[in-house]
């Protein structure tokens, strides 16, 4: 099984660099992370940190390799804002990374709106964790979408540890098109299959969460799914490669 894991080519669109403290008590350089990357046949990964400096640091040092999403909080209006310009502009970030559990906001409040807005205007997408209540549930990014229709969002775990969350993060994206969905730490490997059936076999994306989930993890969870070779080399490569023109 490793070796199959390790033969697909893959992008992970969603993991960190830094360290993490209280709770989880992890961490991976950008260093480490790349000579993970290396091991395991992950061509690109798609990081974020808050604050940004750690994430712009480590995308300028390995610029081939990494790929910033810029991690904003939306409370700080135009500095926020002045963040995402500065690193799409000067240090190619690809996407803007959201995380309304951390921050303690809903993706349809009102302070999310000018970032949706300025996402439009760059053609870059919002990835947006989801999975927790109060602040992160897939219907609330739905509702963003709604608001958004020509703002392509990701929705990141795609609804996370709860079944009913993953539930409602597919049926959001059933209905409304600008809406992706990101496999990181979601534990059910069949929703994968349904996702990719019913959703789209473009809007669906593998992502490993480094330093929290172990390369191993996140690969076979995808490679059980019952997808077929080629339909895993959409989750593990394609989508996230169109979705970010890399």
Known sequence: MLA???SFKKIDAHSHVGYFGSWSDVGITPGELV??????NVEKA????????ESIDAVDKFPDRLVGAAWVNPYDGEKALDEIRDAVNNHGFKAIKLHPLCQSYTPNDECVFPIAKLARELDIPLMIHTGHPPFSLPWSVAQLADIYPDVTM?????GHGNGMYVQSA???????????LETSGMPMHTKIKEA???????RI???LDAPFHHPTVEMQRTIVSGLTDEQLEDVFYNNVKKLLKL
Do not use: C, R
Request: proline share 5%.
């Open 35 to 40: 000579a993970q990357m290396d091991e395991y």
């Open 46 to 53: 798609v990081i974020s940190t808050f604050p940004i400096q």
């Open 205 to 207: 994306m593998w992502g």
């Open 170 to 180: 597919i049926d959001m994206a059933k209905k409304y098109p600008n809406l992706y």
């Open 154 to 158: 990701v929705m990141i775990h795609m």
């Open 196 to 202: 990719y059936e019913t959703v789209g076999a473009d």
């Open 4 to 6: 199959k894991m390790k």
